[in-house]
């Protein structure tokens, strides 16, 4: 072999092996993204078939009137202008959080966020809103419900913070 043959020799197996390199480099990142979102998936499933067991009886007496679609209108819905109101803030209620179909809910935050945020309104009794509960005096969270929604929310979020 010249030395120009050896050269190039070199120079293949330097560009075979840097190939080989890069590619190990790079495949173990994509496999393990991968992984993550499989267990991303996988605790999410698990945190809505707790939902479901749980929380979901405590939401549909509380939550689902608004949050849902399947609004149970009270009897003053037939008075006009009430009528609005309430139209209002179902559909608001609904594009924020809608319920029907379990964890996740629908709508436009993640599931992290709709855990906090359930979490912050039912610690600071925000939900269901004040003037719903005067109306619908069942509706109301009792501290044990409440104590069930929190436990919930903090065993989720700890099952995600843990995923890396
Ligand atoms: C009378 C209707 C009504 C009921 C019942 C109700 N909500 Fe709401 N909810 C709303 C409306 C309207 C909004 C959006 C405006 C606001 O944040 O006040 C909202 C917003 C929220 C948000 C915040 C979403 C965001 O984007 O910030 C959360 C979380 C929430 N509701 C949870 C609940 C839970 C949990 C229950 C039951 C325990 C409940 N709601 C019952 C009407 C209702």
New binding site residues.
Partial sequence: MNKTGLYLGVLFLCSAAGFLLAHEGHHPEEVLKGKQKLRMDKAIKEIGVDYQKNIEP??KV??F???SSTTRYPWYHVVPGVRGLLDD??S??RE??EMSDGFPFK?H?TPVQ?LT??A???DKG????LK?RVMHWK?G?TEKQKQD?EDWTERSLDKLKEIK
């Fill in positions: 405590i939401f509380s939550c009137d608004c949050h803030d179902v608001e209620a924020h959080i709508g935050h709709q945020g359930v912050y309104d039912i925000k939900m269901p809103p719903y509706s969270l929604v």
